[in-house]
């Protein structure tokens, strides 16, 4: 891979893997971190990849770099007993079906959540996303029910709407 050709796949996928990164830890500075370090990988790998595998090559290494991420972080506050819950005071004051969507995204399980992101907002197929997380296109299929599921039931509730 030429430096060029390298400048072209972060031009491409650089936005996308911010947004996606960005969706599943809600920190933009740890966000920009991981997709540096993702760039970095493709970089010290770059004979090894194979160009038409790119984007899942990208996504996956995004996605276990953040998992990573967020384990040590998790390590950290435990560490220190800092384990306080965000702050609350405007749980029945959701007027926004956006921020109540957002919300109920947050509560699903990691693995849920990716998939749920990558299908309905950056619109991969279930083999993409299969190559991606590096689980079955079954898996794909029984987390993005399994969230929907999860995400009618959260929005239908009505203390979490008022």
């Known amino acids: 891979?030429?430096?060029?050709k390298y400048n072209e796949i972060v031009d491409l996928y650089s936005d996308k893997l911010y947004r996606f990164i960005?969706?599943?830890?809600?920190?933009?500075?740890?966000?920009k971190d991981i997709i540096q370090d993702?760039?970095?990988k493709l970089w010290v790998n770059k004979n090894a990849v194979d160009l038409k595998k790119i984007k899942s090559y990208l996504f996956t290494i995004a996605y276990r770099t953040m998992i990573d991420v967020i384990r040590k972080d998790k390590k950290?506050?435990?560490?220190?007993?800092?384990m306080q819950e965000p702050a609350t005071s405007q749980a029945g004051q959701y007027s926004?079906?956006?921020?109540?969507?957002?919300?109920?995204?947050?509560?699903?399980?990691?693995?849920?959540?990716?998939v749920i992101l990558l299908r309905d907002y950056e619109g991969y197929s279930y083999k993409e996303i299969s190559k991606i997380l590096d689980i079955t296109e079954a898996q794909v299929k029984i987390y993005i029910y399994r969230g929907r599921v999860f995400l009618k039931s959260y929005i239908k509730t009505p203390e979490n709407i008022i």
């Open 22 to 31: 960005l969706k599943n830890i809600k920190n933009d500075n740890k966000a």
């Open 38 to 40: 993702s760039f970095e």
């Open 96 to 114: 926004d079906l956006q921020e109540i969507l957002h919300n109920a995204i947050q509560k699903l399980p990691e693995v849920q959540r990716s």
């Open 76 to 82: 950290i506050s435990l560490n220190v007993d800092t």
């Open 1 to 4: 891979m030429t430096t060029k």
